[in-house]
């Protein structure tokens, strides 16, 4: 019986993944579905807030797609440079005298701020006291945009009156490293936070992708500002959920937003995942405990009753995998990869599994939530 109750949970776990959880996998939620028109009489004004620190090897190409955008209705770049090291803001110079960008150095960070979410507040408080735009675009200094993206964002916005429209920026898919696990870094985010509930004003399930969000000025400020999540290490899911309770959000994937951001090795993608996995359990040894088992359960335990079980309970490991691999197909058609990835995706689960366990492990140690030289975790011990 416990043999069986082993084989068989995995099977019913992937069965409710399938219908039971938004369909996240069909990846089906895309900024080129179900586009609004883009006939307008009146575009609203935007500001892009774009915190940097660090950036000086991309900020010319993330800088300078925004500067191209052939967005009808007023618009400006506030780049926040978050006390660079190397350079961030000269690169950033080099466009020139220009009316549509702004370079505003960044004040040291108060107690209580994570680096990212100060530098946004200082772009903010910056674009409000100087004209007031109906709407902030946040976005990163590593993500370009084609010229077409904010005005397809702002009519998606306006004509469905959203609070928050957010774009999951396609991440880069040249190493091998990233063949291994990036697809299924989005796959996990859309699991756990299914866009279909995302887009569904009746749900509670929010979240958003740091590296592209339109907020509406009057949203933001009805939820406390970017003040009322300043200790957030997982800063796009929080503004989600602030802003949800103003009005509609919209996530989805995009070919418009790209990241510029490489990630050669293994290791360079265990630090993105560990900077923020430990927070997302509320750094609770519980929660932790509970996800590392139950992602070997969910992942690890099909593969394993398949290869070493018999009867049914090999047919059901077989099955619980062939669903396994079937459900990754959509995301791994949208990054255009080889379909035999889907095969590799208990031993993906694995790795992942590690990573969370390792974020505990970075948060103990006192390096929680570690990026570009900081600790920002430490303050929600």
């Given at each position: 019986?416990?043999?069986?109750?082993?084989?068989?949970?995995?099977?019913?776990?992937?069965?409710y993944?399938?219908?039971?959880?938004?369909?996240?996998?069909l990846?089906?939620?895309?900024?080129d579905?179900?586009?609004?028109?883009?006939?307008?009489?009146?575009?609203?004004?935007?500001?892009?807030?774009?915190?940097?620190?660090?950036?000086?090897?991309?900020?010319?190409?993330?800088?300078?797609?925004?500067?191209?955008?052939?967005?009808?209705?007023?618009?400006?770049?506030?780049?926040?440079?978050?006390?660079?090291?190397?350079g961030?803001?000269?690169?950033?110079?080099?466009?020139?005298?220009?009316?549509?960008?702004?370079?505003?150095?960044?004040?040291?960070?108060?107690?209580?701020?994570?680096?990212?979410?100060?530098?946004?507040?200082?772009?903010v408080?910056?674009?409000?006291?100087?004209?007031?735009?109906?709407?902030?675009?946040?976005?990163?200094?590593?993500?370009?945009?084609?010229?077409?993206?904010?005005?397809?964002?702002?009519a998606?916005?306006?004509?469905?009156?959203?609070?928050?429209?957010?774009?999951?920026a396609?991440?880069?898919?040249?190493?091998?490293?990233?063949?291994?696990?990036?697809?299924?870094?989005?796959?996990?985010?859309?699991?756990?936070?299914?866009?279909?509930?995302?887009?569904?004003?009746?749900?509670?399930?929010?979240?958003?992708a740091?590296?592209?969000?339109?907020v509406?000025?009057?949203?933001?400020?009805?939820?406390?500002?970017i003040?009322?999540?300043?200790h957030?290490i997982?800063?796009?899911?929080?503004l989600?959920?602030?802003?949800k309770?103003?009005?509609?959000?919209?996530?989805?994937?995009?070919?418009?937003?790209?990241?510029?951001?490489?990630?050669?090795?293994?290791?360079?993608?265990?630090?993105?995942?560990?900077?923020?996995?430990?927070a997302?359990?509320?750094?609770?040894?519980?929660?932790?405990?509970?996800?590392?088992?139950?992602?070997?359960?969910v992942?690890?335990?099909?593969?394993?009753?398949?290869?070493?079980?018999?009867?049914?309970?090999?047919?059901?490991?077989w099955?619980?995998?062939?669903?396994?691999?079937?459900?990754?197909?959509?995301?791994?058609?949208?990054?255009?990869?080889?379909?035999?990835?889907g095969?590799?995706?208990?031993v993906?689960?694995?790795?992942?599994?590690?990573?969370?366990?390792?974020?505990?492990?970075?948060?103990?140690?006192?390096?929680?939530?570690?990026?570009?030289g900081?600790?920002?975790?430490?303050?929600?011990?």
């Open positions: 019986m416990a043999v069986l109750l082993f084989c068989f949970v995995p099977f019913a776990i992937w069965l993944l399938l219908v039971g959880r938004g369909f996240f996998w990846s089906a939620e895309r900024d579905r179900d586009e609004p028109s883009l006939d307008r009489e009146q575009w609203p004004s935007v500001t892009a807030v774009v915190p940097a620190r660090d950036e000086a090897d991309v900020i010319d190409r993330s800088i300078g797609s925004l500067l191209q955008q052939n967005y009808p209705g007023r618009f400006r770049v506030i780049l926040v440079d978050d006390q660079s090291r190397d961030t803001a000269d690169a950033a110079r080099a466009f020139g005298r220009t009316d549509r960008l702004e370079i505003l150095s960044g004040q040291p960070r108060p107690a209580g701020w994570t680096g990212k979410l100060w530098a946004v507040s200082q772009g408080e910056k674009a409000c006291s100087e004209d007031a735009p109906d709407y902030y675009w946040l976005t990163d200094a590593d993500i370009a945009h084609v010229p077409d993206n904010l005005r397809r964002l702002v998606r916005a306006e004509s469905r009156k959203l609070a928050l429209t957010s774009l999951m396609k991440l880069s898919t040249k190493t091998a490293a990233e063949h291994f696990l990036i697809p299924a870094f989005v796959f996990f985010f859309a699991m756990l936070f299914p866009f279909r509930w995302v887009n569904d004003p009746k749900r509670k399930t929010a979240a958003a740091g590296g592209c969000m339109l509406r000025r009057d949203a933001l400020e009805r939820a406390g500002g003040a009322a999540i300043r957030e997982i800063d796009d899911c929080a989600a959920r602030a802003m309770a103003q009005g509609p959000i919209w996530l989805g994937l995009t070919n418009r937003s790209i990241s510029l951001r490489p990630y050669d090795h293994i290791g360079e993608i265990r630090h993105m995942v560990a900077r923020s996995a430990f997302q359990l509320g750094y609770s040894k519980a929660m932790l405990l509970g996800t590392v088992l139950g992602m070997l359960v992942y690890a335990a099909a593969p394993f009753v398949a290869l070493f079980a018999w009867n049914i309970a090999q047919l059901a490991g099955a619980t995998w062939a669903i396994m691999a079937l459900s990754f197909q959509p995301m791994l058609r949208f990054y255009r990869l080889s379909p035999l990835w095969i590799a995706l208990p993906i689960g694995g790795f992942y599994a590690a990573f969370t366990l390792d974020s505990a492990i970075q948060f103990w140690r006192g390096r929680g939530g570690m990026w570009k900081r600790a920002q975790a430490m303050g929600r011990a």
